[in-house]
């Protein structure tokens, strides 16, 4: 099972960013996918997640109303919309699959991670 994540990169504080993670390989158990943070020095953190089946969505209170993620059945991806970026948004994003039921925040339980992404955000 392989993530491939796109998008990323440089952005002034108020721009926007779109990241895409695509899932290959034969995931046959799909619970949730979603994105996570790690900024230099601190703790990677949940951001956004969507459950497959459901589609319903979570997200972390720092980021509720800026980000929104969605998802594309057919292609087993998930985008990650980016609005109102600043200083605090820089950070190694990362998308994860959670394979069973339970807390799509808790990074713990993530069965498959992707190799993250750098986003940037200058002030």
């Known amino acids: 099972v392989q993530l491939q994540a796109s998008g990323g990169g440089l952005v002034q504080a108020g721009g926007s960013l779109s990241l895409s993670c695509a899932a290959s390989g034969g995931i046959f158990s799909l619970y949730s996918m979603g994105w996570f943070r790690q900024a230099q020095g601190k703790e990677r953190e949940f951001v956004a997640a969507?459950?497959?089946?459901?589609?319903?969505?979570s997200y972390a209170d720092s980021v509720e109303g800026r980000f929104t993620i969605s998802r594309d059945n057919l292609k087993a991806t998930v985008h990650l919309q980016m609005n109102s970026l600043n200083p605090e948004d820089t950070a190694v994003y990362y998308c994860?699959?959670?394979?069973?039921?339970?807390?799509?925040?808790?990074?713990?339980?993530?069965?498959?991670w992707g190799k993250g992404t750098l986003v940037t955000v200058s002030s």
């Open positions: 994860a699959v959670r394979s069973k039921g339970g807390s799509v925040r808790s990074a713990a339980d993530m069965a498959y």
């Open positions: 969507i459950v497959w089946s459901a589609g319903s969505a």
